[in-house]
């Protein structure tokens, strides 16, 4: 049996503005200000489905959801991490794990961890243990900082297993 390894790394911006829901990884958080954009505009899923896309070689989120076509005007961006799981999956390859940061200067992320960890590993179909998320702030400085932006990176791990070839 022979093992092959891949990593794919993933990064995402959204506006914060008034009168739009905050949802990060798919949890919608209560606070006076949301993420802008054409879908739901959640960081991190963006960032994990672009780190899966990477991982595999197959294109990038905005390739495969363009924010030109109206069929993904305030989508669910579950449906994107699910069309890359899927894709992933097809390909032969077995998620090992995903890291991620989210960069957000207000409200607090951490009492919605685990929830957000449960609602990834439901969609990606692997343990939430194998999903780490942390929080940071920007210290005040910046776009994220000043309360204007959040940003997510992400990093996953794919192995694909195929029997060793008979000489
Ligand atoms: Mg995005």
């Not at 054409?38 to 960081?43: E, F, Q, T, V």
């Not at 097809?90 to 409200?107: C, H, K, M, T």
Request: charged share 25%.
């Amino acid at each position: 049996m022979t093992q092959e390894f891949r990593t794919g790394i993933g990064y995402d911006l959204h506006r914060l503005e008034l009168n739009r829901k905050l949802i990060i990884g798919g949890v919608e958080i209560p606070f006076e200000k949301g993420l802008a954009g054409h879908s739901d505009a959640d960081i991190l899923m963006h960032a994990i489905t672009d780190a899966l896309l990477g991982a595999a070689s197959l294109g990038d989120i905005g390739e495969l959801f363009p924010p030109s076509d109206q069929q993904w005007k305030d989508a669910d961006s579950e449906v994107f991490l699910q069309h890359a799981q899927e894709l992933v999956a097809g390909y032969s390859f077995r998620i090992v794990n995903v890291d991620a940061v989210v960069v957000l200067e207000r409200p607090k992320l951490l009492p919605h961890r685990r929830a957000i960890q449960k609602n990834l590993a439901r969609i990606l179909k692997i343990d939430a243990e194998r999903i780490g998320l942390k929080a940071k702030t920007s210290e005040g400085v910046g776009p994220c900082g000043r309360g204007e932006a959040a940003e997510a990176h992400a990093v996953v791990s794919l192995v694909r297993e195929s029997a060793a070839q008979l000489m």
